[in-house]
């Protein structure tokens, strides 16, 4: 059974940083496809970015130039930074695993969850 768990979330300033951590246990997901979604009150899940087995990234426009992902398969690990936090950045951010070689922006692609961890950046 494989488990996603998020961590790093909370409150911060806009303008701050933060760093966001998913731990994976359970059957290793090498070769799968790792992305992070988020999800703001009212809104529906959104993709953020995405990592290949191979390295391949791919981002949402609202984060380019702003954002950081790293990943280490043998760790069981995933990480995401994001610069500048603004209020919009607000909402439950998700990791999540695709058993696929190719990325995919839609969560209705995603086979594994975690639980989301809360980011809230106040004004």
């Known amino acids: 059974q494989v488990s996603l768990v998020e961590s790093g979330g909370g409150l911060v300033q806009t303008g701050d940083s933060l760093r966001l951590s998913c731990e994976v246990s359970g059957p290793t997901l090498i070769g799968h496809v790792m992305a992070w979604f988020r999800q703001a009150p009212g809104k529906e899940r959104e993709f953020v970015l995405s990592i290949t087995a191979d390295g391949a990234t791919s981002y949402a426009d609202f984060v380019k130039g702003r954002i950081a992902m790293s990943r280490s398969d043998a760790e069981g690990t995933m990480s995401l930074e994001i610069d500048r936090l603004r209020p919009e950045d607000t909402g439950v951010y998700y990791c999540?695993?695709?058993?696929?070689?190719?990325?995919?922006?839609?969560?209705?692609?995603?086979?594994?969850w975690g639980q989301g961890t809360q980011v809230t950046v106040s004004s």
């Open positions: 999540a695993a695709r058993n696929s070689l190719l990325s995919s922006s839609s969560p209705k692609e995603y086979d594994y």
